[in-house]
């Protein structure tokens, strides 16, 4: 996933390009859907097992570098704001 405007990319950028809910999100994953807000709003960092990851992954059609990337920025981005 490019960036045309060359902001950066995060969890919520993700979760809509892949045309997610945060209830599809959350139903997928098996949290809640404040949890994914949480995530989002950088408020809590997702520990997400193994499958979890595979499942965002194939969801999302991301590989880990980006989500790693969009991770980092979701939460560098919260505590900028700090």
Known sequence: MSEANDQPLTLMKVRTHAGLTQRQL???????????????????????????????????????????????NTYSSKSAEA
Not at 27 to 38: A, P
Not at 39 to 56: A, D, H, N, S, Y
């Open 26 to 72: 959350a139903d997928l994953l098996g949290v809640t859907i404040s949890t994914v807000s949480n995530w989002e709003r950088g408020v809590q960092v997702p520990r997400l097992t193994f499958l979890q990851t595979k499942r965002i992954m194939d969801a999302t059609g991301m590989s880990i570098d980006e989500l790693v990337e969009a991770f980092n």
